[in-house]
């Protein structure tokens, strides 16, 4: 009686243990079902990379220069007697700007010329007696000196009258007045500054290795921060003829013309330098590509047969050498071919071989995918 109520316990365990398992197997067979279950495909957007005519560009940096630019100042000292200018204002070549005290130059002017006048008439009446014999050569030479050396002491005080007055040493924009009537101003001090702002020379640094691309004429491109988005044309006008040995830069120099006076000189300027010899290269979406620190990439969309038969769209991941970037393109020299399709959009959810799907969403547009751009 005892052993039957044994073997019957024994079974009873035994089929628990039996139903336990079986649940259990049933469990990991589910869950092995749903490993092995192909992945949904991912989302993404695609773009075809394409090949187009691309000019390189030489970036520099410099800054804005008038084409003529001086600081007005008077050689003498005196005291402000007029001004003939205003702040700002637009003067020509010639213009009177500005006259100093002169009262004594022009007393001194006046006796001058008195004394001229008599060593003139000296000079006359003798040149008459010394042809007639009555007067020796030697009165007439020293007649001769004195008419001469009243001329040249009227000429030194002209000089000296004419530098107690300024002119506008060429066309312009006249600056700031520094100085009033009644100042008194020591030499050499500045009254103000004249710009000529009809044409501007922009000033750049450029590493020594572009020297072979570069020649007079080329254009340039300038931007500057007072007005974002906006460039100004301008024509490579100059090229040092030596090589800044400290940092083996090249300085040259590019004329624009400022017709509207809107840019000033002294701005800070980008500057594009387009390089000659345009060549077809491949390029794609600047979101399209992945910058890493040891290298950049991009996803491109494969095809891959399954074992049912149908073909699938797999991301490929694939190391590319990049270029020049600019309006939501990027340049890549290697690692692409045109024609290719790159994932635009998406990237972060993607892995090598990755089940994808092509979103019918519209592509971006250069400055969408110049916005989506990873940062780098």
């Not at 107690?164 to 100085?179: E, L, N």
Request: charged share 20%; no cysteine; proline share 5%.
């Amino acid at each position: 009686m005892l052993r039957r109520r044994m073997l019957i316990m024994l079974a009873v365990v035994l089929l628990i243990v039996l139903a336990l398992g079986g649940i259990k197997a049933f469990s990991i067979y589910r869950q092995i079902q749903v490993f092995s279950a192909p992945k949904p495909a991912i989302s993404v957007a695609a773009a075809k990379a394409e090949q187009r005519q691309w000019q390189e560009r030489l970036p520099a940096v410099g800054s804005l220069k008038a084409l003529q630019g001086v600081e007005l100042s008077l050689e003498v000292a005196g005291t402000v007697k007029h001004l003939h200018f205003d702040s700002g204002q637009q003067v020509k070549v010639g213009q009177l700007l500005l006259e100093l005290d002169s009262e004594q130059e022009a007393a001194l002017l006046g006796t001058a010329q008195a004394d001229l006048g008599l060593a003139k008439v000296d000079f006359g009446r003798g040149s008459q007696l010394v042809g007639d014999s009555a007067i020796s050569r030697g009165e007439f030479d020293r007649l001769t000196a004195q008419y001469r050396r009243n001329q040249a002491v009227v000429e030194q005080l002209k000089a000296s009258l004419a530098k107690k007055s300024m002119k506008a040493p060429f066309s312009g924009t006249i600056g700031i007045r520094q100085v009033d009537v009644g100042d008194y101003l020591a030499s050499g001090t500045v009254i103000a500054t004249l710009q000529d702002l009809s044409s501007l020379y922009v000033d750049f640094n450029v590493p020594e290795q572009a020297l072979p691309q570069l020649s007079l004429g080329q254009q340039v491109l300038v931007q500057v921060a007072a007005f974002p988005g906006q460039t100004f044309p301008a024509r490579l006008s100059a090229i040092n003829p030596k090589v800044e040995e400290s940092t083996r830069n090249l300085l040259l120099r590019a004329t624009l013309a400022n017709p509207d006076g809107k840019l000033l000189p002294g701005m800070f300027a980008s500057l594009l330098v387009l390089l000659p010899d345009p060549q077809l290269q491949v390029v794609v979406p600047e979101s399209a590509i992945t910058y890493t620190l040891y290298g950049n990439s991009v996803y491109v969309v494969g095809e891959k047969k399954a074992d049912d038969g149908q073909t699938h769209l797999v991301a490929e991941q694939r190391t590319v050498q990049t270029g020049e970037r600019r309006d939501g393109v990027v340049v890549v020299r290697k690692g692409l071919q045109a024609g290719e399709q790159v994932v635009t959009a998406g990237q972060l959810k993607l892995s090598p071989g990755a089940a994808i799907r092509i979103s019918q969403d519209p592509p971006l547009s250069p400055a969408d995918a110049q916005g989506a751009a990873a940062p780098h």
